[in-house]
């Protein structure tokens, strides 16, 4: 993506329905934003459209804060006679940093948040967003650095911080893009190889999907140990003393199902009372 201007309010509208934004015309895509969003023809000049192919949104940056509150409320967009619901909001500005918060209680509002947080307590917080549908909140914090602690209302909580996530889809099994926005539903990928649209009896050997790396799975080993004796009355031999001449060895195979290899052991029965 190109460099936008500095100082604009940039605003990231993600479109869902399955739409391919890479399969519209970037004039096209912009005039369905600015429609639904209702700039006037007048007004266009100062804003700019551009849309993100790899994570399948469109980012709207402008100067004029009227217009940045306008692309926040689209709740859709008209692509060649077809409809698309979005989702439109407001990323950090420049020179700032995120931190995270945990332990909020749900029933905090998003003004109860913020007003717990955005306080003199907090100079640096210049705004504060729950995460989901989580007790984690997202804390905007003017420049580069993050506090270690925040005062929420009377409580001090510990402040780390944000680490941009990779956005995975579980549609497809594709990288860069969200579930709710994938282009792709039909054209799925093995999540553990990444083989295009495998079949039923597709053998997977996984590998990471960022560098390609083979990976190597460790499942649970389970042992499976088959006597003829209740295995109730047996102990380790090294939990027995020595001399009981009651005690009878007991030789047993134990069978590993993930080597396919077994090995000797040997047991005593408990000493007779």
Partial sequence: MPHLPRGDYKIVIRPTGGIKISEHGVVNLTAAVQDAAGIPLEEREE?????????????????????ANKY????????????????????????????????????EGPRDITAAVVTTKNPTAIAAKRLSNTTTVIVLFEGHKVPTFVRYRAALLRCSLYRKQVDFCRQ???????????????????AGCGTPNPDEGHRCEPKCQLCGTALEIKNKVKHDIEISIDPSILIPFWLQETGDTTQIPIHVQVYNQATHFSRPETYFSRPEI
Wanted: hydrophobic share 30%; charged share 25%.
């Fill in 47 to 67: 804003d700019i459209i551009c849309p993100n192919n790899y994570q399948s949104i469109l980012i709207a940056s402008t100067p004029d804060q009227e217009h």
């Fill in 72 to 107: 926040q409320a689209i709740a859709r967009i008209k692509v060649q006679d077809k409809f698309y619901e979005t989702n439109a909001y407001e990323t950090a500005p420049d020179m700032t940093a995120k931190g995270v918060i945990r332990g909020i209680p749900l029933e």
């Fill in 172 to 190: 497809c099994n594709r990288l860069g893009h969200r579930g709710d926005v994938c282009p792709n539903p039909d054209n799925k990928l093995c």
